[in-house]
């Protein structure tokens, strides 16, 4: 099973609200990510957790909060978004540190629009 | 500055009609090299992991193989299914594996039946 879930689907939000983006894994995969996706361009790296701690983050505006409340769980906090953030977040997750295989499975995404 | 260019940006090929799409790299310290299917509005599907230069991997119609400088991904006998965006990516970097990946831009693949 190469399955990672992410809720919900579809978000819209207001300017002035706080949500939360949702990743769960049941892989036992020790390397988790946020990426950002916009229409017809490639994904980028936002976010890297490594045994549940952030390890990479690509200089993200601090109105996006990572977690990672334990080994298979990575949350995205989101406060005063800006329209231009409006795209579809990605979470993928790997093995990890030093293992054999280093390909990343991502799940669905959630499509975020910020009115 | 970590470089990967995928050609064509775009192909239509007729149902059975094979070809193959490209994927050149400038990195240093190669990790990885990796295939992905996205279809629209979905997360990218994994198709291969390529580690070094002479690999090759194959998975139904597909075929990816690996150089020191590019990757291709041929495709035999498609079908309209596989329509889709093709997406390369590679990893680099020291955290052993846990480094995020630089992806090209993709190449969108139409087959008509």
């Known amino acids: 099973d190469t399955e990672v879930t992410q809720t919900p689907k579809h978000l819209v939000m207001g300017m002035t609200n706080k949500k939360s983006l949702k990743c769960e894994q049941h892989m036992g995969h020790r390397a988790m990510y946020w990426y950002k996706q916009k229409a017809k361009k490639p994904p980028e790296l936002m976010f890297v957790?490594?045994?549940?701690?952030?390890?990479i983050n690509e200089s993200v505006p601090s109105r996006f909060s990572p977690e990672c409340p334990n080994s298979s769980l990575l949350n995205l906090h989101l406060h005063a978004l800006q329209p231009e953030d409006s795209a579809l977040y990605l979470c993928a997750s790997s093995q990890g540190i030093d293992r054999e295989r280093y390909e990343q499975y991502f799940g669905p995404g959630t499509r975020l629009t910020v009115t | 500055e970590d470089q990967v260019t995928q050609s064509p940006e775009a192909l239509r090929l007729q149902e059975g009609e094979s070809s193959s799409l490209n994927c050149s790299y400038t990195?240093?310290?190669?990790?990885?090299l990796f295939w992905y299917r996205q279809d629209p509005g979905k997360g990218p599907e994994f198709l291969f992991t390529l580690y070094s230069a002479g690999e090759e991997k194959e998975k139904e119609r597909l075929k990816a193989t690996l150089t020191k400088k590019e990757s291709f991904l041929h495709i035999t006998a498609p079908k309209p299914e596989d329509s889709a965006t093709y997406l390369c990516?590679?990893?680099?970097?020291?955290?052993?594996?846990?480094?995020?990946?630089?992806f090209g831009k993709g190449t969108h693949l139409i087959i008509q039946p």
């Open positions: 990516a590679v990893q680099v970097g020291s955290g052993g594996g846990a480094d995020g990946l630089t």
């Open positions: 990195v240093s310290g190669l990790r990885g």
């Open positions: 957790y490594s045994y549940e701690k952030l390890s």
